[in-house]
């Protein structure tokens, strides 16, 4: 009898186990897939849909056959996002990458990772512009740090590897060949722009005839000290008169440099001027008024504005130049600078003094 009742009371326990994992389960909530939009006659995603992860990652695009094929938005629980090309699920084409902290790529992406040819925008400024393999810098690109440094060359698995110039804040050209970001041995600019050119025929060229440092002793440099917060401005596209649009271009960006040499002041780079400008709908061509310049200002989020004019008469150019507060719609400052000789020294010395000008 009693070895009856033990297996009675075993088989019971058993039951009531089981009973009670049954209502456990039951009782559970377990996150699963949603899907909500168009499926084909298989029942598989097809068309336009919406899919929702446990994990909170969602999908807001076309599908194909089951896969994300086509346009769409791919958003992460911590707030990074895609939006562009897809191909048999995964990112395959043109699409924006936006990370947490706000950086941002935007280019080619072929099986997922960042393939071709590609902008890489950081935090803090610094941008990289050119080639990409399996999700790093590989082949020719451009470099240019926040602090003004510009690397122009080849790239591999994100360091300068092979033929390349690399300018220095403080006016120092390394041109020649690299290895994992260090200078290996010296060519002459000229003969790392026609290897460049010959390589890649994307690149158009470094636009950087005359070294930095051949006019440094040439200028005079009085200003005071700078302060310990730089201001943050924008330089907008002076406008030309019988000055072609290429060299006005030229000379705007070589005042960029320059004033941000100064330590004065803390440059917004044309790229990213033109992107945000471009994300707004707004075109800076022919921006030449103060109210014109104020608009843009506010919309990049700068201080002050930089813009002006390039003028010739015979021999003699004339750079007009003056700051505008972007909260008041004043000119802080205005200047004029009189050059007479060739353009090429109105680049290497000239943008350069009127830079200091704006300092003072």
Same mark, same amino acid.
């Given at each position: 009898?009693?070895?009856?009742? =033990?297996?009675?009371?075993?088989?019971?326990?058993?039951?009531?186990?089981?009973?009670?994992?049954?209502?456990?389960?039951?009782?559970?909530?377990?996150?699963?897939?949603?899907?909500?939009?168009? !499926?084909?006659?298989?029942?598989?995603?097809?068309?336009?849909?919406?899919?929702?992860?446990?994990?909170?990652?969602?999908?807001?695009?076309?599908?194909?056959?089951?896969?994300?094929?086509?346009?769409?938005?791919?958003?992460?629980?911590?707030?990074?996002?895609?939006?562009?090309?897809?191909?048999?699920?995964?990112?395959?084409?043109?699409?924006?990458?936006?990370?947490?902290?706000?950086?941002?790529?935007?280019?080619?992406?072929?099986?997922?990772?960042?393939?071709?040819?590609?902008?890489?925008?950081?935090?803090?400024?610094?941008?990289?512009?050119?080639?990409?393999?399996?999700?790093?810098?590989?082949?020719?690109?451009?470099?240019?740090?926040?602090?003004?440094?510009?690397?122009?060359?080849?790239?591999?698995?994100?360091?300068?590897?092979?033929?390349?110039?690399?300018?220095?804040?403080?006016?120092?050209?390394?041109?020649?060949?690299?290895?994992?970001?260090?200078?290996?041995?010296?060519?002459?600019?000229?003969?790392?722009?026609?290897?460049?050119?010959?390589?890649?025929? =994307?690149?158009?060229?470094?636009?950087?005839?005359?070294?930095?440092?051949?006019?440094?002793?040439?200028?005079?440099?009085?200003?005071?000290?700078?302060?310990?917060?730089?201001?943050?401005?924008?330089?907008?596209?002076?406008?030309?008169?019988?000055?072609?649009?290429?060299?006005?271009?030229?000379?705007?960006?070589?005042?960029?440099?320059?004033?941000?040499?100064?330590?004065?002041?803390? !440059?917004?780079?044309?790229?990213?001027?033109?992107?945000?400008?471009?994300?707004?709908?707004?075109?800076?061509?022919?921006?030449?008024?103060?109210?014109?310049? !104020?608009?843009?200002?506010?919309?990049?989020?700068?201080?002050?504005?930089?813009?002006?004019?390039?003028?010739?008469?015979?021999?003699?150019?004339?750079?007009?130049?003056?700051?505008?507060?972007?909260?008041?719609?004043?000119?802080?400052?205005?200047?004029?600078?009189?050059?007479?000789?060739?353009?090429?020294?109105?680049?290497?010395?000239?943008?350069?003094?009127?830079? !200091?000008?704006?300092?003072?």
């Amino acid at each position: 009898m009693r070895i009856g009742l =033990q297996f009675n009371i075993r088989g019971l326990m058993k039951v009531v186990c089981l009973t009670l994992i049954i209502f456990l389960i039951s009782c559970t909530t377990i996150p699963s897939i949603t899907y909500e939009g168009d !499926v084909n006659e298989e029942g598989k995603y097809h068309g336009k849909g919406v899919i929702t992860y446990p994990n909170g990652e969602k999908y807001v695009g076309e599908f194909k056959d089951g896969k994300r094929n086509g346009q769409g938005t791919y958003t992460f629980p911590d707030s990074s996002k895609y939006v562009g090309e897809f191909k048999d699920g995964l990112r395959n084409g043109q699409g924006t990458y936006t990370f947490p902290d706000s950086s941002k790529y935007v280019g080619e992406f072929k099986d997922g990772l960042r393939n071709g040819q590609g902008t890489f925008t950081f935090l803090d400024g610094t941008k990289y512009v050119g080639e990409w393999k399996d999700g790093k810098y590989n082949g020719q690109g451009t470099l240019t740090w926040s602090d003004g440094r510009k690397y122009v060359g080849e790239f591999k698995d994100d360091k300068r590897n092979g033929k390349g110039v690399f300018f220095k804040v403080n006016g120092e050209i390394q041109s020649g060949t690299f290895s994992n970001d260090i200078f290996q041995k010296n060519w002459t600019i000229e003969a790392v722009d026609n290897f460049l050119k010959n390589k890649y025929p =994307q690149f158009k060229g470094l636009n950087y005839s005359t070294p930095i440092t051949s006019v440094s002793s040439q200028r005079n440099d009085v200003y005071l000290p700078p302060p310990e917060t730089p201001t943050n401005i924008a330089v907008v596209d002076f406008t030309g008169n019988n000055v072609s649009s290429g060299e006005v271009r030229a000379l705007t960006d070589r005042l960029r440099i320059e004033l941000f040499n100064t330590k004065y002041f803390k !440059v917004i780079e044309r790229e990213m001027m033109e992107e945000i400008l471009t994300e707004q709908g707004f075109q800076q061509t022919g921006c030449a008024t103060d109210e014109c310049m !104020v608009r843009v200002g506010k919309l990049i989020g700068v201080e002050q504005i930089v813009g002006g004019s390039i003028s010739k008469v015979g021999r003699t150019y004339s750079v007009s130049s003056r700051i505008v507060s972007v909260e008041t719609g004043k000119i802080l400052k205005g200047t004029t600078y009189d050059y007479k000789g060739e353009i090429d020294e109105l680049l290497t010395i000239g943008m350069r003094n009127v830079a !200091v000008d704006l300092a003072r």
